[in-house]
Structures are given as C-alpha cells and as structure tokens.
C-alpha cells in the first residue's frame, strides 16, 4: 500500500517513516509538514493511507486536511495519528468520517494493524475510550449520504446557480459527465425536479459546505 505521512514534526514524520520502510507491503510515498503541502502530494500520487497528525500550527489543521482531500480523492484512507485522546477529538472524527484514529505512544504492531485494517475498508479506533462508548458514538452518527463527494460538490454547487457548464469548468470535468451525475443523483434521491434538489440541499446543509 502507497502511505504519505503528515506531520509537523521532521524527527517524528522520519521515525514514521523508518517504521513504515520495516513493513514488507507498505511504500512511503511522500511527507508532508502541513495541510496544503498534504493536499498536493495526496493529488499528485494518490496514497491508498494517510497517516495524518491533527496539530499543525502553520495552515490548515488536522481535520481540514482530511476533509479537503476526502473531497477530492473519494478512495483514500486517513489515519488519525495524534496525542489528543480526548473524547471531543474522537467524536469530531467519527463525524468527519475519518476511516482509523491511533495515539503517537502506541505500538508498531498497532500501527501496523491500523493500516491493515484501513486499507481492508474497515474502521480502526484505538484509544483510551471504552469499546462500549466509542460503538454508542458511532451509532449516535447521522447516517451517511447516499451521495459521493463528488456529488455532494455538484448538489452545492447547483444551489449556488452554477450552470452544467460552469460546473464542469470549476470541477475540471466534461459537461456532459455533469449531466451524467445529476442524473445519477436524481435516481439516487428519488427526485425529478431542480427544486427538489434546492431543497435537499438545504435540508442536508450541503449549502453549508465550504
């Protein structure tokens, strides 16, 4: 599997590294020191697991990062590697969909099970909260759209009065793989009309989406 660590710190992003480069099946691929140094390696070699920190001081934060190449790169999976194991931090995880969340004093083998685990499409949380607890916060979760990123980009994006066109210039695609994907989003929700759209986009705060 391809992995790009995201750290702030250059002694701990090498020691990452020198751990992963001892796994036979893991490749590094890159390192990062902030969020928008991560979001262009994350586009330019498409990682299969980021192994991402939360506090970096200079740019974007932890959970930012995440979201914006989640957006992007609908196949990724992101790691949560951090110190914070306060319950807040867990919770805003699970809310942002990040796929595993390990502590920075864990065991290689628990770091190595993290990203087995990931890359099998499965979640990985391993904190100091009860199993019990973290279940109850995972099925507390509002239920995941039925729409992809990509497509929750062109609902917000229709919202805000763009054309087929316009979309596909600001999405870099075709305006006819626009077209496509509101078809596919109409079947998906059941709906036939523009403004049954306007209105699921309000009700499911997709406007709300930066």
């Known amino acids: 599997m391809k992995v ?18 001892g796994f036979p099946d893991v490749e590094v691929v890159g390192e ?18 980021i192994l991402l ?3 970096m001081p200079t740019g974007l934060d932890g959970f930012t990062t995440a979201k914006t190449i989640m957006d992007e790169l609908e196949d990724v999976k992101i790691i949560v590697l951090t110190m914070h194991d306060e319950e807040i931090y867990v ?3 699970i809310q942002y969909n990040i796929h595993g969340y390990l502590l920075k004093n864990s065991q290689t083998n628990d770091l190595y ?26 099925a507390e979760k509002e239920p995941k759209s039925p729409l992809t ?9 229709t919202f805000l009065g763009y054309t087929n066109n316009q979309i596909a210039n600001k999405l870099k695609i075709s305006p006819k793989t ?33």
């Open 53 to 55: 920190d939360l506090s």
């Open 149 to 157: 990123n990509r497509e929750r980009e062109i609902v917000r994006l």
């Open 32 to 49: 990062a020191s902030n969020g928008c140094d991560a979001i262009t390696l994350a586009l330019k070699h498409h990682p299969d697991v």
């Open 178 to 210: 626009v077209e496509n994907h509101k078809t596919n989003i109409m079947q998906k929700l059941g709906i036939k009309e523009k403004h049954e759209l306007i209105q699921y986009a309000l009700k499911n705060h997709i406007a709300d989406l930066v």
């Open 113 to 138: 099970e993290a990203l087995q685990v990931v890359y099998g499409g499965k979640r990985f949380y391993r904190t100091h909260i009860p199993d019990e607890h973290l279940a109850k916060m995972f």
């Open 91 to 93: 919770q805003k995880a």
């Open 4 to 21: 790009l660590i995201v750290d702030d710190h250059d002694l701990i992003r090498k020691g990452i590294r020198l751990l992963l480069e």
